[in-house]
């Protein structure tokens, strides 16, 4: 029997999404789930949930729940990882108050910037634990990870967990159908082309019929500029920098160097940026839960229908040889020309029976690929600082960061980077 193994199982609305779509997949039907998560309780919640969904859909999937995370990735095929290391308590309150006392505000945190380096240096060694488990027990799996920050947790379990892995993010499938939305146009028959880094990958090409669209894209976001709305700092990129990136408002304002700056407070109200959303986001989904919890977990006549999660159809397409293409994070081996050869880059891939193949992009237009390489700057360095336990290299990636550069002297980074370390205690491993 072909085994799922899905690790942080306890995110149960999103295990309904990625295994509901697999037990609403012909190709998947006979295969095991397997759930594994450090929490009990959750991961009861979501193998109650998905006995109920087996029931409702008819599926012939296998759901087991394992307290052993071993037992569950042994044997697996393919695996799925969307954990989040010391979660909000204690760990995301850390990332955001403390930078605070500096005078340094954050939207998300979850990415770069201060916040998302210290997230993951405490999600790199975990991953590596797995990383050891799967070249033991089920070396020839395909890893999915769904886990922030993805492009620096994917090149690490590449480069250095020796596991084949692949990026998974929501924006890219996304990114066309909700701009042309917002703008009042029809996607309908569209060509786009989409590539970059992960949360900054940009639409390089958008097309209807051989007639570029952008000139009337770029006609209608600077309209909507002259009122307030929700995607302001990625329309001002694109008028500034030529072209649409893929992830949210939100998040690109704590990517750049521009938007969030106690020098310039008005351009926090002016770009309508929501500082510390990801801590209230965080709160919502807690109470949320509370209220969910009895209708999800025990409905059993909970049903679902197939969502636009990538994995269950990238497994479709290799077990069925049926091609899909998909937008996903890879090392770049050569497919952009213009970044680096140790980062890992979002791009077109295809999905067949030989798995995933990133397609070549060439070379990004120059201003695109200098905004990838401030950021790739700040990954490279947070995965020498995990790799070699160096203090000195967690120093560098922040002082590399253009958010917090642009904000902090060096001396002050240098000591907001060691208040967390200190504060992270034994989230962290020890940096000498």
């Known amino acids: 029997m072909s085994k799922i193994t899905f ?11 990625i295994l509901g779509d697999v037990m609403h997949t012909p190709a998947l039907q006979g295969f095991e789930i397997a759930l594994f998560d450090i929490d009990a309780v959750r991961l009861s919640d979501s193998e109650k949930m998905l006995l109920n969904l087996k029931q409702t859909s008819g599926s012939s999937c296998v759901v087991k729940a394992y307290t052993d995370r071993k037992e569950a990735l042994r044997g697996a095929k393919y695996v799925v990882n969307a954990i989040q290391v010391g979660g ?17 505000r954050q939207t998300i945190a979850d990415t770069v910037g201060i916040g998302g380096i210290f997230r993951n240096l405490r999600t790199i060694p975990v991953m590596l634990d797995f990383a050891r488990d799967i070249n033991e027990v089920c070396p020839d799996a395909l890893f999915l990870n769904y886990t922030n920050p993805m492009a620096v947790l994917t090149n690490v379990m590449n ?13 890219v499938q996304v990114c066309v159908p909700d701009l042309f939305k917002h703008l009042d146009m029809d996607p309908t028959g569209v060509k786009w082309n989409i590539a970059g880094i992960n949360h900054m990958a940009w639409l390089l090409e958008a097309s209807k019929d051989g007639v570029d669209l952008y000139p009337e894209i770029k006609r209608r976001a600077a309209e909507k500029q002259k009122e307030k709305h929700h995607d302001m ?7 500034k920098f030529g072209y649409y990136i893929t992830e949210s408002s939100e998040h690109n304002a704590e990517y750049h160097p521009y938007f969030i700056k106690k020098s310039y407070p008005e351009l926090v109200e002016r770009f309508n940026i929501p500082l510390d959303e990801y801590p209230r986001r965080c709160v919502n989904q807690i109470e949320g839960w509370k209220s969910m919890r009895e209708s999800l977990v025990n409905d059993s006549n909970l049903e679902h229908c197939r969502s636009h999660e990538y994995a269950s159809y990238i497994f479709e ?43 070549y992009v060439g070379d990004l237009p120059p201003q ?29 990636a922040a002082l590399l960061d253009p958010h917090t550069s642009a904000e902090l002297s060096m001396d002050d980074i240098v000591s907001l980077c060691d208040d967390l370390i200190e504060a992270h205690g034994t989230w962290l491993p020890s940096y000498k």
């Open 317 to 359: 397409a290799i077990e069925t040889n049926k091609p899909f293409k998909i937008g996903a994070n890879v090392m770049n081996t050569g497919l952009i020309t213009n970044l680096p050869k140790e980062a890992c880059v979002e791009v077109p891939c295809l999905v067949d029976a030989n798995g995933v193949t990133p397609t």
């Open 368 to 396: 695109l690929a200098a905004l990838n390489r401030t950021n790739i700057n700040t990954q490279l360095l947070t995965i020498e600082a995990a790799i070699t336990g160096k203090r000195d290299h967690i120093y560098h």
């Open 88 to 104: 909000y308590d204690p760990c995301t309150i850390t990332d955001f108050e403390i930078p605070k006392k500096y005078g340094l």
């Open 7 to 17: 690790i942080g199982a306890g995110s149960t609305v999103f295990a309904k999404n």
């Open 159 to 171: 480069t250095y967990g020796g596991v084949r892995t692949v990026g998974l993010c929501h924006s």
């Open 233 to 239: 700092v990625r329309f001002e990129l694109m008028l």
